[in-house]
């Protein structure tokens, strides 16, 4: 199993990027799959997650309206387009089946909101 998140950076407030996971060695797109993310001295939460359909999808209060969760199971990858980015989205940016499996974390990518 592996996971590789890329597409992080730094980015000035009100900015916007767009992360992506590419999976393989599971059923990737028989899964749900989240977003979740862990900033400096806090433990990781979670972000968003979609239905292995695509068609239905959840998020964190602090994201509603700036982030959007999506997937193309024909190339075993997740996106998170980020946009409005504030410090407080600063953190390292994970992807991961929802419920999580602990032996599917990857590297993560850093995002850095900073002006």
């Known amino acids: 199993v592996r996971l590789v998140e890329s597409g992080g950076g730094l980015v000035q407030p009100g900015g916007s990027l767009r992360l992506s996971c590419a999976a393989s060695?599971?059923?990737?797109?028989?899964?749900?799959m989240g977003w979740f993310r862990q900033a400096p001295g806090k433990e990781r939460e979670f972000v968003a997650t979609?239905?292995?359909?695509?068609?239905?999808?959840t998020y964190t209060d602090s994201v509603k309206g700036r982030f959007t969760i999506s997937r193309d199971n024909t190339k075993n990858t997740l996106y998170l387009q980020m946009d409005s980015l504030n410090p407080e989205d600063t953190a390292v940016y994970y992807c991961?089946?929802?419920?999580?499996?602990?032996?599917?974390w990857g590297q993560g990518t850093q995002v850095t909101v900073s002006s």
């Open positions: 991961n089946t929802h419920p999580t499996r602990r032996d599917y």
């Open positions: 060695g599971f059923t990737f797109k028989f899964d749900t």
């Open positions: 979609i239905s292995w359909t695509g068609r239905s999808t």
